[in-house]
């Protein structure tokens, strides 16, 4: 399978994903247990595939990507906010 077959899948998948998380919170479950029970279902899979350590390794990378993406959302408001007193 080609890297484009894949990301192929995966934009299916997601869109299926997030589909069902939609139609269960309007279906009156709480967006945070849908979003947090789908998560720990899909981190349960990958772990059952590549491991604790691997994945703990995976997740790190991930908190400091976020970490990373927070902080400059961050620099860029306060940017923002110094242009608009000048």
């Known amino acids: ?11 299916q998948l997601s869109d299926q994903w997030q ?9 009156g479950l709480p967006a945070d ?6 998560l720990t279902v899909g981190l ?6 590549h491991g604790k350590h691997f994945m703990a390794g995976k997740l790190v990378a991930i908190a400091e990507q976020l970490s990373e993406q927070v902080r400059r959302e961050k620099e860029a408001v306060q940017e923002a906010s110094k242009a608009t007193k000048n």
Do not use: P
């Open 44 to 49: 349960a899979g990958q772990v059952e595939l």
């Open 1 to 11: 399978m080609s890297n484009d077959d894949i990301s192929e899948i995966r934009d």
């Open 19 to 27: 589909k069902v998380a939609i139609d269960l919170i309007r279906k």
């Open 33 to 38: 247990t849908v979003f947090e029970t789908l």
